[in-house]
């Protein structure tokens, strides 16, 4: 079974600085996708970035950044420049195509940008 | 994106009464739908994966008797929460899924939150 693993229940930042949240899976496949979802007040799933596990290029989307470490089943999400809209939750999660595209999700980490 | 409209928003009902949830897929169609629910300040946990037409298939755990899922057309899918309990208040949220959108990202409604006095 697959497994996500987010160990930051809680982070802060100050706006325009920089925040790494981390996540870490454990599978035996190997065509997977990752995924960061943010969930704000509004409680909105909203796609903030995915990786393509046979994709080396780590997956960059303006402010949103990932490190991803395949051997060390690592993927970790790089906020630059973070704005107070940015406050929310965000969750990890993880995909294989033979899960028939089910979703598994980490405990996520609440992360608050502090004006 | 995908757009995806959940109604009601919110919910509030009696113990013992039933409860409809609508979840329409509004610019594509839904093949395969995901029905989550989320606990305060939980995680989202998959309950059930209907395809169009089928019947669902419920994770461990989820009594299909008591959560009903319909997903009789290609952009809406029905969850109905049967003599719903207290136990049963929870945020409710679909994720419908089509090829047209791609298989390997999912979308989600703007959820529903249930109440149950």
């Known amino acids: 079974a697959q497994t996500v693993t987010q160990s930051q229940p809680e982070m802060s930042v100050q706006e325009a600085e920089t925040v790494t949240l981390s996540c870490t899976y454990d599978?035996?496949?190997?065509?997977?996708?990752l995924f960061w979802y943010k969930q704000p007040p509004s409680r909105q799933m909203i796609l903030v970035i995915r990786?393509?596990?046979?994709?080396?290029q780590n997956a960059t989307e303006n402010r949103f950044s990932v490190n991803f470490q395949k051997a060390a089943k690592s993927f970790s999400l790089k906020i630059s420049d973070s704005q107070l809209g940015d406050t929310a939750m965000y969750f990890c999660?993880?995909?294989?195509?033979?899960?028939?595209?089910?979703?598994?999700f980490g405990e996520g980490t609440q992360l608050t940008v502090n004006p | 994106g995908a757009v995806v409209s959940q109604h009601p928003s919110r919910v509030i009902c009696k113990s013992g009464t039933s409860v409809k949830i609508e979840c329409r897929s509004l610019?594509?169609?839904?093949?395969?739908m995901f029905w989550y629910r989320q606990f305060p300040k939980q995680s989202l946990m998959l309950m059930a994966t209907?395809?169009?037409?089928?019947?669902?298939?419920?994770e461990q755990g989820v009594e299909k008797d008591k959560f009903l899922i319909n997903h009789a057309s290609l952009t809406l899918s029905t969850l109905t929460v049967t003599s719903a309990h207290p136990e049963d208040s929870s945020f409710y949220i679909c994720?419908?899924?089509?090829?047209?959108?791609?298989?390997?990202?999912?979308?989600f409604g703007p959820g529903t939150r249930l109440t149950v006095l």
């Open positions: 990786q393509e596990a046979y994709k080396q």
């Open positions: 599978t035996s496949e190997s065509n997977y996708y």
């Open positions: 610019d594509f169609q839904a093949t395969t």
């Open positions: 994720s419908p899924q089509g090829a047209a959108k791609g298989t390997d990202t999912q979308y």
């Open positions: 209907s395809n169009e037409g089928s019947k669902a298939t419920y």
């Open positions: 999660a993880f995909m294989t195509k033979t899960s028939g595209s089910r979703l598994t």
